[in-house]
């Protein structure tokens, strides 16, 4: 089974830039879907970006214009480049790759913006 790791998170302030990448263990080039998620504290896991089949994109409204999701299949990684970060977009970040039948995460790596 695939095993996704997530790295490049830290501590940065407000207007930094970070990347993260994910690295799969197998392909993912055959996935309905897959990106990033991020979880905040006390709040629900939602959707920041992914690659759909096809290789169209889909941003969450609060990514789009900042946040790059870009993908290296011969390494069989994925990358979130975020740039302006502001002090909400601190949470923990999940790589996720998705068959429909198999649903898949990584261990999520923590991104804290400071103000």
């Known amino acids: 089974q695939v095993q996704l790791v997530e790295s490049g998170g830290g501590l940065v302030q407000a207007g930094g830039s970070l990347r993260l990448s994910c690295a799969a263990s197998g392909s993912t080039f055959s996935a309905n879907t897959m990106g990033w998620y991020r979880q905040a504290p006390g709040k629900q896991r939602e959707l920041v970006a992914i690659f759909t089949s096809g290789g169209s994109t889909n941003y969450a409204d609060s990514a789009k214009g900042r946040f790059t999701i870009s993908r290296d299949n011969a390494k069989n990684t994925v990358y979130l480049q975020m740039n302006s970060l502001k002090p909400e977009d601190t949470a923990v970040y999940y790589c996720?790759?998705?068959?429909?039948?198999?649903?898949?995460w990584g261990q999520g790596t923590l991104v804290t913006i400071s103000s």
């Open positions: 996720n790759a998705n068959w429909g039948y198999l649903d898949i």
